[in-house]
């Protein structure tokens, strides 16, 4: 065996490690995968007429955006001076840098994270958005309703059905009203009750409006006389997204109902937001599935602690060359998100 | 960083500093391009060529293609071939028409022009 240790090794194919060629071979595969997602959206933009930039409506934010791309490349850059120090035969100084990378690489989840809340925060995800006014006037009725809902229910935990729970809360008020000498909490209980009828009442009216697109300015006790007139829809003006807004804004001015809707607030429609909202999820998400499996493997070596040897020097030069194509799709996903 | 003792191995340090210098100034310039007004067009070609120059940085010196031999053409070309072709199929039917889509999301842009022409925010 010793004499095959010493001949000249036979080697088919290109000259790197096999490992390189493995490592270089499926970022050819990355390469697609992302040019898919990026090519995709560059194409979908373009025939989106009015599609949203206004950082103010898709609540992007540059600073947070700059700020990451420098947190990558300067990550990128320890990979490369921990590679070089490697190969140096400097294993505690590459062990350093490697972790500087690995704190970098949480310090841009962190970030993205903070970015995430906001989109959140602002019902900035995919099927929530509204895109045009009707979208927009369905949508705050819909969110009444799921208020209205948790309202009920958490008044009449034994009642399941809507309609069941709507005439135990008028048969207590029947009850607390016609109570004579009624003590300070039964006063205050039917305080509570008579208000939450009264939201009722007003989510009623609001999501009928809405549904039967009359103008809020048409009452909604004559909804049944109008829909039996003949071209009703044509004798009353329609509902506009304007007036349900300054609706809900009243509403959550109200001192007694402030409390109960607290959530509801007025919509306003992003013409493309869900398409917008799906493609910043789609590219940032698998971007940051990507930074985590790039954690990981730094990890991974960074484990070895002293250990670390030249041996690792092809590992670390693998594992380098996958956390730049990371920093390059950033690079470009940078622009086209945050600032186009 | 001394070198002494590891005669073997040449230092790129001084070169991946540059690189680096380089990549902080081109972001430095994308979002400089963000502030200053300029038209979509403008900026996205602005960006997207600086983006570029900063893809070529990375590729030839943190992943070391400048020193690779020819391999790296015969790895590269057919994926990048391969990963354009997506977006090219799709440009004709979705990026490229002469009419405006008929969608319901379109049913109320003129007036969302006109509230943005109003507002005067939108820019870019």
Known sequence: MTHAATAPTLKMGIPIPNAKLGMWLFLGTEIMFFTAFIGTYIVMRMGSQGWPTDTHVTHINIALGGTNTFVLILSSYFVVVAHDALLGQHFAKA????????????????????????????????????????QAMDKVVNQFGVIMDRQLATAFPSQSKREEQKAELDSKIKDLTEKSGR??????????????????????????????????EVPYDRFDEIRKEANSASNYAPVTLDEVNKKVDDLTKDRDYAPLIAGLSPAHPILYGNLFASNYFLMTGFHAIHVIVGLFMFGLVLMKGSRLCIDDAILVENLGLYWHFVDLVWIFLFPLLYII | MSDHGHDEHASHGATYFAVFLALCGLTAMS???????????????????????????????????????????????????????LPLSLRPDIGETYYVPDVPQMRDYPEHQARQAQSGGGHH
């Open chain 2, 31 to 85: 979002v400089a391009a963000d502030v200053v007004h300029m038209t979509p067009i403008l900026l996205g070609a602005v960006v997207l060529a600086v983006a570029t120059a900063k893809a070529l940085c990375v590729m030839m010196f943190f992943m070391h293609l400048k020193f690779e031999r020819a391999w790296k053409y015969l790895l590269l070309a057919p994926t990048i071939i391969l990963a354009l072709a």
């Open chain 1, 95 to 134: 062990w350093r840098f490697l972790m500087y990378t690995t704190l970098l690489g949480f310090l841009f989840l962190g970030i993205k994270a903070v970015e995430y809340t906001g989109k959140f925060e602002h019902d900035i995800l995919p099927g929530h958005i509204p895109e045009n006014n009707r």
């Open chain 1, 183 to 216: 003590t300070s909490q039964e006063d205050s209980e039917l305080k509570k009750y008579t208000t939450l009828s009264k939201l009722n009442s007003e989510y009623v009216s609001l999501k009928e409006h809405v549904r039967s697109d009359y103008s809020l």
